[in-house]
């Protein structure tokens, strides 16, 4: 059978007071609302496997044992093999269950008949095997309580679970006293004295694990396990059964004169007695059990509790840790699915923190997104790759759940940046919620609210991909090394991806007085755009095969053409059997930056500036004065926004230099005045990076010029040593203006002398660093300087002193009072 | 020198000021000026001293654009009209006392009012620019030019912060009811 109906999307998160814990300091909300916490987001690719469908087992290559109900009250089992349904069969004519299915898709159940002469059998699917394997009872018991008195024994095995390894666990009737126990448990009053058996591959004959053994007058002594759970290492977990003390309660009709010997119920652990009824063990050996109320999570060391809730499942994920003696190893602290709630009925999943070092819930139905259309019922199994499969039924926001239940699986998608090269300093990213869209009928200015809100929230770290400042050759910056996969993913299963990163100029902010300098290298699509502009995918991919991002061809083009580019990432997963190309991501995050270290880029400035630049490095510390602290110090020559807010933020901001603040993304002053009505207007496309870099016309469709007359390129946004090189490349241009303006300003006015120092810098280096930053406010010369009136940062003045007329020069500061400003940081003994 | 020029400067001697009698401003103005292609002459009169004779204002069109897209007002050269169709051109502006700065003065002439300034008992030009720090608000500056001499004097009369509303003496001077509404020609260079 070909796949049902595939695929939705959702996003799955946590509600932000079930998962702030584990999130990056959170800053105070503004008043506006800007600036809220982000909420953690899990990724899922959804896969709906049809109506009527419960996902039983999902095996870590991605297969999934599933049971199809019918309206008769029948059942069938299929195996799904990434978008292939197997049917389960028997070819027995009677019933069948399956159980348990091991992480090399071998499944086991159980064949029932009411013949007296062999009443249950073990089925054994093996991976690639749709007709079962029946493995019978070895054990022919005598006499045979189903059958008349000389007739045929009886066969009884029952498998229960199978190991990774293909171990098989299950119980036997196996003549040991060829009698009945009673038992006050396990549906029935009475029974056949059974044991526990491990069945080796082959089927040949068991392992006996337990030694219940009956006796003529019907009491037992011993114990024997119900096995549900194997790991590959052969822990298994389950109920056991000790005999308890006789009684004389009355017993069964057919058995008169005997006692009743009840079994001692308990849960097992290998054989071994647990205060908990234990539910899964994960591939470590850790098992997950319930209280009877809370949730406890053992291993041979100590048992933790987790928290209220019923588990059903775990995994085996791990999380890098140092062993004490600096080593970096695994540790496993799996994830567990179950239900909370008081009745025990609301789908959970349970994520270990490590910065918290503890497990935090995530109430699965509220967290999934308006647009996922799925209401989750029950939850199945989990995979060590945290592939879940469950129950949902389909909602539509507004009314109720259709009442038709589905099987999902939930493929997490997971980001991850190579920024140790496999190490363990690699990141996984976490998801964001998407960009937000103007809705229909919404006015600009509450959608740019909205999305304001969105870009300038405190985005945590995990949620960012950092351009590293110093991972390049010598000392240079280096794009984040991305990777997406599909955690889970079956082989079987084929997707396509593109990656589409977007930059909206400003960091994003939008008010009415705000413009919109984006420009069209802000958009970068990987793969590259085909014909006509639009975005392509890739070819079809295995989905457990990784896509390596930043290895691509496209992607190296576009830093080798264009430079280094940040901005919002959007993953998107097109699987063949979807008719139409999403046009939502499935998984959103943020390309950001981190700031070179200040000794570092002192260094570089040093280098490129040369001797005739020498204070260049004090432009650099000015213009990011104040934009970033690391424990509450000043930070210098920072090309990006870190957590630091030194003022109000967006609409609410005083300083144009944190209007458009966005964690991450670059240093931008919003060049902004107010007019005499005290409407603010926008002065040009604003400063971005190290050096605040203010390139090209006042407005976006101005036309452009050469050099600093063309809008910034986009690599001086991202990268700080681009911003560097063309912040030297534009003070040379002002030098050679400055010089030009203090030789007109001698000949026009020749009774002055030379000029003189400002400060720190000679005369016409004050002239450089006041072209560097604009002539706004200073005053006009009276007189022509070479050929026009300038204004200029020098005046020619006349004093009268005592009868006596002295000529000097003037200085004027700019608007800014930038010489002194930046005279101001000549002497810092900061590097 | 060339002909143009001499008809329009004359030099005559005054008891202790040595002012150049200008008959022709803009052939003034035009001089030691490269003035680019397709650029133009502002001018505008008005009587700042209110001695019955019109001044006359003037500024390269492009001086203007630019000053204008740097949120600056205009400098302008000013001609003070004297007798029998004559001018005379200010010399520098007085920032402090006994300091004469050799530079023009900065009117914008949407936000100019011409005639007399109570708070300096005298007539001149009052006029303002608008300051945008880095950080903190735009703060509005009210200065007055007044014609002294051979020169002006400008004298700061307000400071205030923009996004509080409009200063008592831009109600006074600026507001649309009350400025003088500034006729700019475009001449030819």
Redesign the interface.
Same mark, same amino acid.
């Given at each position: 059978m070909k796949s049902f109906a595939i695929v939705s999307v959702f996003w799955a998160f946590s509600s932000p007071a079930l998962f702030a814990q584990c999130e990056d300091q959170a800053q105070p909300l503004a008043a506006n609302g800007a600036g809220q916490t982000a909420q953690h987001k899990t990724r899922f690719l959804v896969i709906d496997l049809g109506a009527d469908v419960e996902p039983l087992r999902v095996a870590n290559n991605g297969w999934v044992l599933l049971q199809k109900s019918f309206p008769n009250g029948s059942a069938k089992y299929y195996r799904w093999k990434g978008g292939t349904f197997e049917e389960l069969k028997d070819h027995l004519g009677q019933s069948a269950y399956a159980f348990d299915m091991n992480d090399s898709g071998a499944i086991i159940g159980l064949w029932s008949q009411t013949a007296p002469t062999e009443n249950l059998a073990g089925l054994y699917w093996a991976p690639g095997a749709s007709v079962a394997q029946k493995v019978s009872s070895p054990f022919q018991v005598l006499p045979n309580p189903y059958a008349p008195a000389g007739t045929a024994p009886l066969l009884h095995a029952n498998f229960t679970a199978i190991s990774s390894s293909g171990e098989v666990f299950g119980m036997c009737y196996d003549n040991s006293g060829g009698t009945y126990l009673s038992s006050a448990v396990g549906g029935g009053q009475f029974g056949l004295v059974t044991n526990t058996y491990r069945w080796a591959s082959g089927f040949g004959a068991p392992a006996q694990l337990t030694t219940a053994q009956g006796s003529p007058n019907h009491s037992w002594t011993g114990e024997f396990w119900a096995i549900s759970r194997v790991n590959g290492a052969g822990r298994h977990v389950g109920s056991k059964r000790t005999a308890g003390t006789a009684t004389d309660a009355p017993v069964p009709p057919f058995f008169p004169g005997d006692k009743i010997q009840p079994a001692v119920y308990a849960g097992e652990i290998d054989g071994q007695t647990v205060a908990f009824a234990p539910l899964d063990v994960s591939q470590g050996g850790k098992v997950i059990g319930w209280t009877g109320s809370r949730m406890a999570l053992w291993n041979p060391s100590q048992t933790t509790e987790i928290g209220a809730g019923y588990p059903v499942a775990l995994n085996a994920k791990t999380f890098p840790e140092d062993d004490g003696g600096g080593n970096t190893i695994q540790v496993e602290h799996p994830q567990i699915i179950g239900y909370t709630g008081d009745s025990l009925n609301i789908p959970t999943t349970w994520d270990y923190c490590p910065d918290q070092h503890r497990y935090v819930a995530t109430i699965l139905d509220e967290a999934i997104s308006e647009s996922a259309n799925w209401r989750m019922v029950s939850l199945g199994d989990i995979n060590d790759s945290g592939l879940i499969g469950a129950t949902a039924r389909r909602r539509i926001i507004g009314t109720p759940a259709d009442s038709t239940l589905h099987g999902l699986l939930l493929l997490p998608i997971e980001i991850k940046d190579l920024r140790g090269n496999g190490d363990g300093d690699d990141q996984i990213v976490q998801g964001m919620e998407g960009v937000p869209t103007q809705r229909p009928g919404e006015s600009n200015q509450a959608f740019w609210l909205r999305r304001n809100a969105y870009f300038q929230q405190q985005v945590s770290d995990k949620s960012i991909a950092y351009i590293d400042p110093h991972r390049g050759g010598n000392n240079s910056p280096d794009m984040p090394h991305l990777v997406a996969r599909l955690l889970g993913g079956p082989t079987e299963l084929k997707v396509k991806w593109r990656f589409e990163v977007e930059y909206l100029r400003g960091n994003g902010y939008r008010a009415d007085y705000v413009e919109d300098f984006t420009r069209p290298e802000d958009k970068v699509l990987i793969p590259a755009t085909g014909q006509g502009g639009n975005p392509v995918f890739t070819g079809e991919m295995d989905s457990n095969q990784e896509w390596r991002i930043f290895e691509s061809q496209d992607w190296l083009n576009e830093i080798q053409q264009r430079g280094f580019f940040g901005g919002t990432g959007k993953l998107y997963l097109w699987m063949p059997s979807q008719q139409d190309e999403p046009t939502e991501p499935i998984f959103s995050f943020r390309i950001g930056g981190k700031n070179p270290d200040p000794q570092l880029a002192r260094q570089f400035i040093d280098q490129s500036a040369g001797a005739q630049f020498w204070y260049a490095y004090a432009i650099a510390r000015h213009e990011t004065f104040g934009r970033a602290r690391v424990n509450g110090q000043i930070r210098y020559y920072n090309q990006f926004y870190t957590d630091e807010r030194g003022g109000p933020i967006g609409d609410a901001s005083? #300083?144009?230099?944190w209007a458009g603040w966005a964690k991450g993304w670059p240093l931008y002053?919003l060049d902004?005045?107010?007019?005499?009505d005290?409407i603010r207007h926008q002065?040009g496309a604003g400063g971005y990076g190290v050096y605040q870099l203010t390139w090209g016309p006042?407005h976006p469709n101005d036309a452009q010029g050469t050099g600093s007359n063309a809008f910034i390129p986009r690599k001086m946004v991202w990268n700080w040593q681009d911003n560097v090189t063309g912040a030297i490349a534009e003070l040379q241009v002002k030098a050679t203006a400055a010089a030009v303006l203090r030789d007109g300003l001698q000949a026009?006015?020749p009774q002055w002398p030379a000029l003189p120092n400002e400060g720190q810098l000679s005369g016409l280096e004050a002239i450089v660093v006041t072209f560097y930053n604009?002539?706004?406010?200073?005053?006009?010369? #009276?007189?022509?300087v070479?050929?026009?009136?300038r204004?200029s940062c020098w005046?020619?003045?006349?004093?009268?002193?005592g009868g006596t007329t002295v000529r000097v020069w003037?200085f004027n500061q700019n608007?800014?009072n930038y010489v002194q400003s930046v005279n101001a940081r000549i002497n810092n003994t900061m590097p | 020198m060339n002909i143009r020029l001499l008809f329009s400067l004359a030099v005559i001697a005054l008891p202790g000021v040595a002012l150049a009698q200008i008959f022709d401003p803009v052939s003034d103005f035009k001089?030691?000026?490269?003035i680019p292609a397709g650029d133009k002459i502002l001018k505008w009169e008005c009587d700042v001293n209110g001695d019955g004779k019109n001044e006359t204002l003037l500024?390269?069109k492009s001086?203007y654009d630019k000053?204008s %897209?740097?949120?600056?007002p205009a400098?302008w050269?000013l001609y003070v009209g004297g007798e029998a169709g004559a001018y005379s051109k200010t %010399?520098?502006?007085e920032t402090e006392p006994?300091?004469?700065?050799?530079?023009?003065p900065?009117i914008d002439p949407e936000?100019c009012f011409v005639g007399q300034i109570t708070e300096l008992g005298k007539r001149g030009i009052v006029t303002?620019?608008?300051?945008?720090?880095?950080?903190?608000?735009?703060i509005?500056k009210i200065y007055a030019y007044t014609i002294e001499g051979d020169h002006l004097k400008r004298t700061e009369l307000a400071q205030y912060v923009?996004?509080q509303?409009?200063d008592a003496l831009?109600t006074k001077y600026?507001a649309d009811d009350k400025r003088t509404h500034v006729q700019l020609q475009e001449l030819a260079p």
């Open positions: 005083v #300083d144009m230099g002053n902004r005045f107010r007019g005499r005290g002065n006042k026009s006015y604009g002539t706004e406010g200073l005053p006009s010369t #009276d007189r022509p070479n050929g026009a009136i204004r005046t020619a003045r006349t004093q009268t002193q003037r608007e800014r | 001089i030691g000026l490269a500024s390269l001086d000053a %897209e740097n949120r600056d400098g050269v %010399e520098g502006v006994e300091t004469i700065d050799s530079i023009l900065d936000a303002m620019r608008i300051d945008n720090p880095r950080e903190g608000e735009s509005g923009i996004l509303g409009p831009f600026l």
